[in-house]
Structures are given as structure tokens and as C-alpha cells.
């Protein structure tokens, strides 16, 4: 019963990635799924506090903070080429998206969309861009690798 979801994801992005197959050799845009911050969608909470004193009962409401979108480099390989985006709000990452990421061939697609959602889980779980590669994707694992830190760099995150 354990399985099954991983059976059944599997066979969707196998899928999707015979289907997505080139039929002219040209790059093409990867799609990847896997999680909502592969997906691209975010949530924002508003916080509500009261104080009290003596004379009279205040409500304020704190705004949350701001959210910061930072991109790394392009890192281009034989395969491809990818660039990181991040989201960061109160020095966490929060989201990894993509602003480029392209295969040349379809097994390259194949292998980005299982191996994408991996790496991305692995960074938000780190918060770093120290994590473990995904066996059978090193190109792809070093390409966002580099991007990743680049991008935490720029943002000045202390991973």
C-alpha cells in the first residue's frame, strides 16, 4: 500500500515523458510536478493580535512579511540548460521554481521531470544547496546544484 503512490506518480511522469518525446530533436520547455512548490503556488497568512491594558483593548494587525524571488545563473550542459528561482520570507527558502529549464532529447525529459521534484524537495528540506544528487541525474543535479547556490548567494542566505 506504500507504493502506490510512488507507482502511480511514476507512471504519470512516464507518461508525460513519452508523450513529450521531440519528434524534431529542437530543446524543450521541461514540466515538472511533484509538489506545490514545483507547482508554483504559495499561501500568505495574516496575523491577528490583541493587547490589552488597563484602560483599553487594541487589535492590530501585523503584516506578513515580504517575500523575496531570487534567480541564479543559467547552467547549461549537454542536456540542457536550467536556471533556479527562489522564494524566500524570513530568511527560509519557501518555493523553487524555474525561470528556464530545457531538454535536448526526450530522455533528458524523462530524466528532469523524476529528478526535479527530488532535488527540490531536498532544498527546501535543507535550506541549502548542500544535498544529496539523484542517482542516474548527475548532470541535472549538478546544473541545479550550481544555479541553486548562485541564487542563495545573491540572496545572502547564511546555507
Not at 496575523?47 to 483599553?56: C, L, Q
Not at 523553487?96 to 524537495?121: C, E, K, M, R, Y
Not at 532544498?123 to 544555479?147: L, R
Amino acid at each position: 500500500m506504500r507504493r502506490a503512490p510512488f507507482v502511480i506518480t511514476g507512471t504519470v511522469l512516464g507518461t508525460a515523458a513519452v508523450l513529450a518525446v521531440p519528434s524534431q530533436g529542437k530543446p524543450q520547455q521541461v514540466a515538472v510536478a511533484g509538489n506545490a512548490a514545483a507547482a508554483g503556488t504559495s499561501t500568505t497568512a495574516t496575523k491577528s493580535t490583541k493587547t490589552a491594558s488597563t484602560n483599553s483593548a487594541t487589535t492590530t494587525t501585523a503584516k506578513p512579511a515580504a517575500a523575496t524571488t531570487v534567480t541564479g545563473s543559467v547552467v547549461s550542459n549537454q542536456y540542457g540548460q536550467l536556471q533556479v528561482k527562489l522564494t524566500i520570507k524570513n530568511g527560509k527558502i519557501t518555493h523553487v521554481g524555474f525561470t528556464t529549464f530545457t531538454a535536448n532529447d526526450g530522455h533528458s525529459v524523462q530524466i528532469d521531470q523524476s529528478s526535479v521534484p527530488i532535488l527540490i524537495n531536498e532544498t527546501i528540506a535543507a535550506q541549502s544547496a548542500h544535498i544529496q544528487g539523484v542517482s542516474g541525474a548527475t548532470y541535472t543535479t549538478t546544473a541545479y546544484e550550481q544555479s541553486l547556490q548562485a541564487a542563495i548567494d545573491k540572496a545572502a542566505l547564511h546555507a
